[in-house]
C-alpha cells in the first residue's frame, strides 16, 4: 500500500532523511519510532505530499507521491501533529466544509457526517463549537477530517501528543478500531503507546531506518536491520547450564538447529558445570528443538532460561546515537 524507496530529504547542508526504504502493507497498522528530530514528521509530510523530496520513489495504494499527488491526496487521511481546525466553526459545520474540499458528493456528505462522528465518538459534540472542546475531542475531530473521504491509507502524526493519560488511552483504541479496515501508519516518540497499537514498528534515527520489528503481545517477535544487509538481528538469547558434557560437541550440534545464529561458552564452574549462551532469530521458539537435542545427545541440562530483549532496551540500542 506504501512503497518508500532510497528517499532523502536535505535543507541545505542539513540530510534529514538518508536513503530510507520501507513499505507497508494494506491493513497493517504500523508505528514510527524515532527520537524528536528524528526525521518522521518529515517522511509523513513527503509521504502525504505536503512536502517534496531530494531525492527517492514513493508510491500510495500504486500511485506516485510526486507524479501522480492529487491520485494520491484523495486516498490519503492525514492527521498533522498540529490539527488545522477552525475553532470558530461547530463539529458538524467543520467537517461538512472539509468533506466538501476533499470531493464528497453534495449527496453523500450528511451519511459520511454521521459515520465518522459515530466512529469517533463526536455524538454529542457535533453541534458545539470547536474552540469549546477539550483537547482530546479535538483530537477526535482531527480523525474524523482525516476519515470524512473515505481514504485507504491513514497517516497521523503524534496523534496523542499532549493528551492525559485517559484521552490517550481512548485514542489508542480508535486507532485499532480504524485498522481494522485501514492501513495506518502514525508517529510516535513514546513506545508503550506504539507496542500496545502496532503489530509492526519502524525505527528511525538520525534519518535512517534502523529497526523493522514484528511485534506481538507487546513484544517483538522479529527485528531486521535494514543497514546490516536485510539479515534478522538475533533478538533472544537462550542461556543453557550442562554438567559432564563435551563443550565443543554441545557447540557444534547447537549450532545446526535452525533459527540458531550462534552459541557462546560462556563460564565453566568447578563442579564441572558450564553456561552457553544461544543467540537465535525470534521466529520460533527453539526451547522445545534445543530439549529435544539435549535429551537424543544425553547431556546432563541443569538450567535452560531465556534472556529476552524488552522492546525499550531494542528501541534504545537502536537509537543510541541519536541526539534529541
Known amino acids: 500500500m506504501i512503497e518508500v524507496q532510497n528517499l532523502s530529504k536535505n535543507y541545505g547542508p ?12 494494506k491493513g497493517q497498522i504500523v508505528g514510527f519510532l524515532g527520537p524528536n528530530g528524528a526525521g518522521k514528521t518529515t517522511t509523513m509530510r513527503i509521504l502525504t505530499c505536503f512536502m517534496p523530496a531530494s531525492r527517492g520513489k514513493v508510491t500510495v495504494a500504486g500511485y506516485d507521491v510526486f507524479k501522480e499527488s492529487r491520485e494520491v491526496r484523495k486516498r490519503i487521511g492525514y492527521l498533522p501533529e498540529n490539527i488545522p481546525l477552525y475553532t470558530e ?7 461538512s466544509y472539509m468533506a466538501k474540499i476533499r470531493g464528497v458528493p453534495r449527496k453523500q456528505i450528511n451519511g459520511r457526517l454521521d459515520v465518522v462522528i459515530e466512529s469517533c465518538a463526536l455524538t454529542e459534540r457535533r453541534k458545539q463549537i470547536i474552540g469549546q472542546l477539550s483537547r482530546g475531542f479535538r483530537q477526535r475531530v482531527g480523525l474524523a477530517q482525516a476519515l470524512v473521504h473515505e481514504p485507504e491509507v491513514l497517516i497521523l502524526d503524534e496523534p496523542t501528543s499532549g493528551l492525559d493519560p485517559r484521552q490517550i488511552v481512548e485514542i489508542r483504541e480508535l486507532i485499532k478500531e480504524l485498522g481494522k479496515e485501514r492501513t495506518i501508519l ?3 516518540h513514546i513506545l508503550p503507546e506504539a507496542k500496545v497499537t502496532c503489530e509492526r514498528l519502524l525505527i528511525i ?7 523493522d520489528m514484528q511485534v506481538s503481545n507487546g513484544r517483538a517477535i522479529s527485528n531486521i536491520n535494514p543497514n546490516e544487509d536485510e539479515s ?3 533478538i533472544n538469547t537462550l542461556t543453557l547450564v550442562v554438567a559432564d558434557s563435551d563443550p565443543e560437541e554441545i557447540m557444534i550440534v547447537l549450532t545446526n538447529i535452525s533459527d540458531v545464529v550462534s552459541v557462546e561458552k ?3 564452574g568447578l563442579d564441572d558445570t558450564m553456561t552457553f ?5 525470534h521466529t520460533n521458539d527453539i526451547r522445545a528443538e534445543v530439549a529435544k537435542t539435549i535429551i537424543k545427545n544425553g547431556w546432563k541440562l541443569l538450567e535452560m532460561h531465556t534472556d529476552e530483549k524488552s522492546l525499550e532496551e ?11
Open 314 to 324: 531494542l528501541f534504545l540500542s537502536l537509537t543510541a546515537e541519536t541526539a534529541e
Open 186 to 188: 502514525f508517529s510516535t
Open 266 to 268: 560462556a563460564t565453566e
Open 14 to 25: 542539513f540530510q534529514a532523511l538518508k536513503d530510507i526504504s520501507f513499505s507497508v502493507d
Open 277 to 281: 549462551h544461544i543467540q537465535y532469530t
Open 232 to 234: 534478522n538481528v538475533p
Open 89 to 95: 466553526m461547530t463539529v458538524t459545520r467543520y467537517l
Open 205 to 211: 534515527s538520525k534519518g535512517k531506518i534502523t529497526g
